[in-house]
């Protein structure tokens, strides 16, 4: 190969070469790598005599946040039991009621008149046994004598028999009327809370028809979906329940897991009956925090960190008294004079209480 194109190539590998050489060292190929947990310090030549304090360490739990709704552990529907037409209603969504209050009155001018007709068809029937009970006990006397045959005798004990179910049918047909009547006042079955209304004066309803909802405002509780591994650990369990709507946080215990997981999801539903408060309506917002493990925590006083533009530091005093600062990650406050520390430094290292350090 002759020289004049040899010399090209050795040039264009050279330079690649050292455009790699640069890219190299750009990236901090020849330097020592830092991990990122390294403690990042800086040593300051001065000697501290002054306030310090020891990192602090203790075992903080970890929590699991759980959000559901407030529901009623007793729901109630009241609906009609006959066609009739609402004629009166006492009640509106909101009403607190007792037990046996007049909620809803039905037009009960037919099912009256079904009565009285009834109570007439049992006098008849009544009146109609009596005679025949009578011709029966002639009977049977004058057939002891041998007055009558024992045909003329089984005649009149069969009407007698006749004329008694007979009366056996009014009186059960007046007891059905008499009943149905009943089923005009609406009267309600528990003491509770009206949720809502679904009728109208003047609306006709029909048997089985909804007519309103009530539930018990003594017995409300959260329903929370938790992941299905941590539901069966929590049977029994009290927790803190917190309802931002009206700012409270009361004490629920755990009294149902329903036993079927949600597909797709993982979870199972949990229900926490809570305490009667006043202002408390199914619907509501309710969260709750479940303590899944523990964690070590390192605190230390808000006095002892240093911050500097975006950064933060603590000023490390070692054993022979020199200010150590080191770069520091912080987490929350745990008080109005203690922050949680999360990396730089370990427990039981001293720290400088001050401002800052020139």
């Known amino acids: 190969m002759k020289l004049s194109r040899i010399i090209p190539i050795i040039k264009i590998t050279v330079g690649l070469g050292i455009v790699l050489i640069i890219v190299m060292w750009m990236s901090g190929s020849f330097r020592e790598k830092v991990s990122p947990d390294a403690e990042v310090e800086s040593q300051i030549n001065q000697k501290w005599d002054g306030p310090t304090a020891v990192v602090e360490s203790a075992e903080q739990p970890l929590f699991e946040h759980v959000v559901g709704s407030i529901q009623a552990a007793r729901r109630i529907t009241v609906s009609s039991k006959i066609m009739a037409q609402v004629l009166k209603i006492t009640i509106n ?45 002639r009977a049977e006397k004058l057939s002891k004598t041998g007055n009558i045959t024992q045909s003329q005798f089984d005649n009149a004990r069969s009407e007698r028999d006749i004329a008694l179910a007979a009366l056996e049918s009014a009186k059960r047909a007046l007891d059905e009327n008499q009943i149905a009547l009943t089923y005009s006042q609406i009267r309600s079955p528990a003491a509770g809370r009206v949720v809502e209304r679904f009728v109208e004066v003047g609306d006709m309803v029909s048997p089985g028809q909804n007519l309103l909802d009530l539930y018990d405002p003594q017995r409300l509780r959260l329903e929370a979906p938790v992941r299905e591994s941590l539901a069966s650990s929590l049977a029994g369990k009290t927790f803190e329940v917190t309802i931002d709507a009206i700012q409270t946080t ?9 036993p079927q997981a949600e597909l797709g999801a993982r979870t199972f539903l949990l229900k926490i009956s809570l305490p009667k408060h006043e202002g408390l309506y199914p619907g509501m917002f309710g969260r709750m925090k479940i303590p899944v493990s523990t964690e070590k925590q390192l605190f230390l006083p808000e006095k002892a960190v240093e911050r500097i533009g975006q950064l933060q530091f603590v000023n490390v005093v070692d054993p022979n008294g020199t200010i150590h600062r080191r770069a520091v990650t912080l987490g929350k406050a745990v008080d109005r004079e203690r922050i949680e520390i999360l990396t730089g430094i370990r427990s039981g290292e001293t720290a400088a209480l001050l401002e800052s350090i020139k």
Request: aromatic share 4%.
């Open 93 to 137: 969504a909101g009403d607190q009621v007792k037990k046996d209050d007049l909620i809803i009155e039905l037009d009960s001018r037919d099912l009256r008149a079904r009565t009285d007709q009834a109570k007439q068809n049992r006098d008849a029937a009544k009146a109609t046994y009596d005679r025949v009970l009578k011709d029966f006990e």
């Open 250 to 258: 009361l004490e629920g215990q755990v009294d149902e897991i329903v």
